[in-house]
């Protein structure tokens, strides 16, 4: 009785969809317990239900501020231009070139970092993401932190005072600094996931975590669950064990300590990849992130499948499942409305 009803649940991620609950209700004349009975009649009005639900969420444009800043030697300051570039190069692949704003070398000092998020903070709306990259050295003197720039450097208060008026309620802040998780705790809000290289300001080494990002956020690289997007969740995983890699690689004492803060990573679109991604649009695309933290949702019920009661196993994968059917529902409502020039 349970390897049917486990072959009833246990769909593909990729196929949990309207044929999964088809195939799902196909079998349901199987002969079998009561038990599997009832699990048949649920599923078979879960799929009446889903035929009438179908909710729409409004995502909103895509903007992405990445800053390069002093490398001190010729290999860093050469090494930082080119991941900045490498970032923005893709970013303005599905994102108009007004929404992509890069300061690099010269260009990046303090009042233009300034000046550029007064202008993001102007042209942002509510719905809308926002990412934002520092790569180069920070310092910490133990009161605060600063973003190495020609000229004054930015404080981490000043940042956050800046980063504090996007009224974006989407944000991620990859700060691939030095010292940078000094400011992990101090810039985290609830609409903001804040990413950092280090654990505190006392990790001061130059990092390696910003080469491994932008091979995340650039490539197939830390696509866990092949669904052409790669998550914040994805992408700092990937970046993370790439360092620790690294350090073991060269058996040396690992001198940064990368740290995630905030809600719904898993859920925050960095790079869709493949030409399904490249045409879906930012509602698509956000539909297609909130996809693939249900399908890693899915395998996480399955890995405590033997930790649950039979029953308890099964309500809970009806429930992703459920949210995944709808979900899907959405997304090709999405991808007609784009097809069609709706």
């Known amino acids: 009785m349970e390897r049917v009803c486990s072959r009833r649940f246990e769909v593909g991620t990729r196929s949990t969809t309207r044929r999964s609950f088809a195939a799902v209700n196909r079998r349901s004349a199987a002969p079998g317990s009561a038990y599997i009975a009832t699990c048949s009649r649920r599923i078979a009005s879960l799929a009446a239900f889903l035929v009438l639900l179908a909710s729409s969420r409004g995502w909103g444009a895509e903007y992405t501020f990445i800053v390069a800043g002093l490398g001190g030697e010729p290999q860093y300051e050469a090494r930082f231009r080119e991941q900045a570039n490498a970032l ?9 070139a007004d929404a992509v704003i890069v300061l690099s070398g010269p260009e990046a000092t303090r009042n233009a ?60 802040i990859v700060n691939a600094t030095s ?4 400011v992990a705790e101090d810039w985290k809000r609830k609409h903001r996931i804040v990413i950092t290289a280090t654990k505190s300001g006392g990790e001061r080494t130059a990092t390696r975590f910003a080469q491994h990002w932008t091979a995340a956020a650039t490539t197939t690289a830390a ?17 993370r064990r790439q360092v620790e890699t690294a350090f073991k690689a ?36 956000g539909l297609l992130a909130q996809r693939g933290a249900l399908e890693l949702r899915l395998n996480e019920v399955k890995e405590r499948k033997t930790a ?12 992703v499942l ?7 529902r959405r997304i090709d409502a999405s991808r007609t409305s784009i097809e069609g020039g709706g």
Do not use: C, M
């Not at 720039?149 to 800046?162: S, Y």
């Open 88 to 96: 923005a190069a893709f970013a303005r692949q599905s994102a108009d």
């Open 113 to 172: 970092v300034r000046r550029a998020l007064t202008t993001l903070t102007q042209s942002v709306q509510a719905q809308d993401a926002v990412t934002i990259v520092l790569i180069g050295h920070g310092s910490f003197d133990g009161e605060d932190y600063r973003l190495n720039l020609p000229g004054p450097d930015p404080t981490g208060r000043e940042l956050a005072a800046w980063f504090d008026q996007l009224p974006s309620r989407r944000q991620l």
């Open 179 to 182: 010292a940078s998780g000094a």
């Open 223 to 239: 696509d866990v669950n092949k669904d052409d997007l790669v998550t914040a969740a994805e992408a700092f995983d990937y970046a």
């Open 250 to 285: 060269d058996a040396a004492l690992a001198t940064e300590h990368a740290r995630l803060e905030g809600e719904n990573a898993s859920t925050f679109a960095v790079a869709g990849l493949g030409a399904a991604h490249a045409s879906a649009g930012p509602e698509t695309a």
């Open 308 to 319: 649950l009661t039979e029953e308890a196993y099964y309500d809970e994968l009806e429930q």
């Open 322 to 328: 459920v949210k995944l059917a709808l979900l899907q």
